[in-house]
């Protein structure tokens, strides 16, 4: 009988505008009186301090201790990695980003591959059925709907608006004020589409527009497979959650551009470094200080890659619920299995180029 006793070592996340956490302390505990043991770097930004981590009965250590850490400590984070070390020894479990064919992609799994680790990509913990086990789906469409509807109605209002630069919310009701003191009732004169309205992304974003009236068509599989591009172009609002992996679907090119009612499009997948982005029509990820660009006369897009990191609490108290269940079974349970075959299959796909 195998004894539940794994090593978490939860990092510091790189990125500055990074205050999720992969694992609250309040589930951290949880873990703890199943026989993990749970290791916290200090974190400035983390949404949860670290005195709750410790009260929880983690042990806190200095940022970057993960880079050093022994072989047999799995290091539990969110977003990407820091390019440095060029060795990664240990199990890591984080949204990786590499498994599109994205820019850098074989440089990272060589970091694996140099040091012997295996990387368990949160997008690819996937239960029998290949349902991802966590995810921030949610929370990335609702605020993903909201920063395209906040700008909107600054311009609508011709007030200054998000345009100048964002920051994390302490909670949803901040973000639906600053909405509403833009928007007041315009909202009912809008009309949307959100891709994807099916999934967890696309609920989000449509609860969120319809809390303000906005008129919203609800598109999945079925309109996609034979896409109205006409009746898309119509709207004055594009909210994209659908999650590409592999070719097929092209929503907006460069030739629609100035072909089109829309004014807003907020792509909530965010993947312009794919060769399966179906909105090829931006290069890079917009960014918290510059939240948006422009695409055509009137027409602006915003696609900022951590958006349920505007909402930290929220958001990270929703995926550590939705994750405790699979690290409560780590690392032999079927999505363990599942993102170390899909890490498998890339690590030898790099080996034979």
Known sequence: MNIYSPHFLLRDEARTTERRAAL???DAAKLIEKGAEITVE???KR???DE???AAG???????SWKTAPADVTILGLKEL???PEKLPCPMIHFAHIYKDQSGWEDEIARF???GGVLYDLEYLTNEHGRRVAAFGYWAGWMGAAMALWRMGARLSDQAGPEAGVSSFAGREDVEAEIARHLGDKGQGLSAVVIGAKGRSGTGAVELLEKFGVRTSKWDIEETQNLDREALLAHDILVNCVLMTGPGLRLIGPEDLNNTSLKMISDVSCDPFSDFNPLPIYKEPTSWE???IELADGLELTAIDNLPSMLPREASEDFSEQLLPTLLTYPDSVPWQNAKAVFDLHLKKAQQR
């Open 42 to 44: 200090r974190s400035e």
């Open 24 to 26: 609250t302390p309040q």
């Open 52 to 54: 709750a981590y410790e």
């Open 290 to 292: 510059e939240p948006y």
């Open 47 to 49: 949404i949860f301090p």
């Open 82 to 84: 820091p390019e440095d």
């Open 58 to 64: 983690c042990v806190l250590i200095d940022a970057e």
């Open 113 to 115: 591959e140099r040091g």
